[in-house]
């Protein structure tokens, strides 16, 4: 049985995971309508992976006796300045849900939640990959900066990103 303090965190993690999927979501949107397909089909994987990633949480909670309570969602930004500003606003979104997540081992470390800590050990690892992907995304753009042909280029590098299998 999940302690309180651990559902209520996890909880709470579940809502920064809908919130991950609903910001990408908001950017796939804008990217959809700036033109940038390839971007915008980056955003929509990304935006798939996050789901799953609060599903991941939603299980835990459920296998362990305890009950999910979905939290209200802020409404994200629906505009950024240049692809750089989105993937770079991704790339410290992500550095956000690195320390959320590192908050999480450590209490499940101060309460004992030896289930919680080995569950959350795919996170912190997932969140290597999660900084490491948007941040090759940011360094790729910043390398062909705002000049058109290397967006284009960039564009359809990034669309060549398919939903990966764990
Ligand atoms: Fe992007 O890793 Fe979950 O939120």
């Known amino acids: 049985m ?3 303090k651990m559902e209520g965190a996890l909880n709470e993690q579940i809502r920064e995971e809908l919130g ?3 910001l990408y979501l908001a950017m796939a949107g804008h990217f959809a309508a700036e033109g940038w397909d390839g971007m915008a089909g980056w955003m ?3 935006a798939a992976e996050e789901l799953e990633h609060a599903m991941r949480l939603f299980d835990h909670v ?3 006796g305890g009950r999910v309570k979905l939290h209200a969602l802020a409404e994200p930004e629906a505009k950024w ?3 750089l500003a989105a993937f770079h606003a991704a790339y410290k979104h992500e550095q956000h849900i690195t ?3 590192h908050g999480l081992v450590e209490l499940a470390q101060k309460e004992n939640d030896h289930a919680a800590a080995a569950m959350l050990q795919w996170f912190v690892s997932e969140q290597v990959e999660e900084e490491d992907h948007t941040l090759k995304a940011v360094q790729l753009l910043e390398r062909v900066g705002s000049e058109g042909r ?3 280029m960039a564009d359809r590098e990034l669309g060549r990103r398919v939903a990966e299998k764990d």
Do not use: D, H, N, T
Request: charged share 20%.
């Open 62 to 64: 459920v296998e362990r």
């Open 44 to 46: 929509r994987v990304q």
């Open 2 to 4: 999940i302690g309180k």
């Open 20 to 22: 991950s999927a609903y």
């Open 81 to 83: 300045a240049s692809p």
């Open 150 to 152: 290397g967006l284009v």
């Open 99 to 101: 320390a959320c997540i």
